[in-house]
Structure formats: structure tokens, C-alpha cells
């Protein structure tokens, strides 16, 4: 199984990326997909998840300016991001959890910048 991440860039303060992670391979059943960022110097933290019925969860920094999705029939998760901020330059990685554990992409760069 790999994930694919795409939708990374420089943007300029209060902008908007969509980020896209598209998972291909022998898949059955994904149940939790997701995305982290790190920021250079720090560790890595968990920005937003969305479970298989379409629960969400994001991070206190994110929450109302980023709006995670799912797709299940193609496999692909969504990050919305709005009003986007310089502290939110970051290499974005998505994730999908499965019966035998969790899978990681290759991460895509974000930056925040005027």
C-alpha cells in the first residue's frame, strides 16, 4: 500500500492550499485517515483525523480555518486549509490506519509566506 500526497506550495498569508492523499495498493478497509505537519525544529503533531463514518478531529491551532474530508470510494483523504497563517509552514504527512497498522505518505511541503 502506498499513499500518494499532492497540493503542497508557497502561499501567501491568510491563503488557501488543498491538500490531497490518495491511498493505492491492496487495500480492504481504511478506518482512520489523517494528517500531521512538522515544522522545521519541532516535532511532529497530529493537525486533523477523520474516521470511517466521518468523525472529525483537529488540532486546537486549526480548528475552524482547516476542514478535513474523505473519500472512500477513491481511497483519498482532504485537507482543506483557509486562512492560512505562517505558523503553519510545515511538511504536511497523511496517514491511513488499517486492521494491521498505520501507513504513512511522503510528506508535501507547505509554506506560508509573503
Known amino acids: 500500500v502506498q499513499l500518494q500526497a499532492s497540493g503542497g506550495g508557497l502561499v501567501q498569508p491568510g491563503g488557501s492550499l488543498r491538500l490531497s492523499c490518495a491511498a493505492s495498493?491492496?487495500?480492504?478497509?481504511?478506518?482512520?485517515m489523517g494528517w500531521y505537519r512538522q515544522a522545521p525544529g519541532k516535532q511532529r503533531e497530529l493537525v486533523a483525523s477523520?474516521?470511517?463514518?466521518?468523525?472529525?478531529n483537529y488540532a486546537d491551532s486549526v480548528r475552524g480555518r482547516f476542514t478535513i474530508s474523505r473519500e472512500n470510494a477513491k481511497n483519498t483523504v482532504y485537507l482543506q486549509m483557509n486562512s492560512l497563517k505562517p505558523e503553519d509552514t510545515a511538511v504536511y504527512y497523511c496517514?491511513?490506519?488499517?486492521?494491521?497498522?498505520?501507513?504513512w505518505g511522503q510528506g508535501t511541503l507547505v509554506t506560508v509566506s509573503s
Open positions: 496517514f491511513i490506519d488499517r486492521w494491521s497498522g498505520r501507513t
Open positions: 495498493g491492496r487495500i480492504l478497509t481504511i478506518n482512520d
Open positions: 477523520i474516521t470511517s463514518r466521518g468523525s472529525t
